[in-house]
């Protein structure tokens, strides 16, 4: 049964981004991701005193938090830094494919509907070839604006 044990690994979703950490490296990425200070430390679950030791904290009083999985092949020859490393890069690529949830309150215009609003002034004949430059000028800027505005957004979110 020992043998079990060892290809075993027990695994605990983090408090403050909710990814699966190993039990022996979740204090470095608390310490590393979230800047949790150890020092007269609360737990961020239930709000105890984790005293000198945070595993034991996390095994004895949330146990049933706690999922086991069986280690890879190849997993096991890789460091728990190198683990660490590519489950934060998995959750990165997981949030950059994942809609924004307020997207839906930018001004997003689509670039067919840019191009058929150019179109009609560029075949008009009413206007001046002035008027359709600075029409054109108008469209970019306001494009342009609107592009810069959602990355401010993007950038101060994420």
């Known amino acids: ?8 690994g027990a695994w605990f979703p983090c408090p403050f981004c909710y990814v699966e950490i190993e039990l022996p490296v979740l204090c470095f990425h608390l310490q590393a991701e979230h800047c949790f200070d150890f020092k007269n430390a609360v737990c961020p679950i239930c709000a105890a005193n984790l ?15 706690i999922k086991r999985r069986r280690k890879s092949p190849k997993s096991g020859s890789l460091s728990n830094g190198t683990n660490l490393t590519r489950e ?21 215009v689509p670039i067919s ?12 004949d009413d206007k ?16 342009q604006r609107a592009a810069f505005v959602q990355q401010l957004v993007y950038s101060t979110i994420f």
Not at 88 to 108: G, K, Q
């Open 1 to 8: 049964m020992d043998g079990d044990d060892d290809d075993v």
């Open 88 to 108: 934060i890069a998995d959750r990165r690529n997981m949030h950059e494919t994942t809609p924004d949830p307020l997207s839906a309150f930018l001004y997003n």
């Open 128 to 143: 001046s070839s002035t008027n359709e430059e600075v029409d054109i000028k108008d469209n970019e800027e306001k494009r």
């Open 51 to 65: 005293g000198k030791d945070a595993i034991s904290h996390f095994t004895t009083h949330h146990v049933h938090s």
């Open 113 to 124: 509907e840019l191009q058929e609003d150019e179109e009609p002034s560029a075949t008009s």
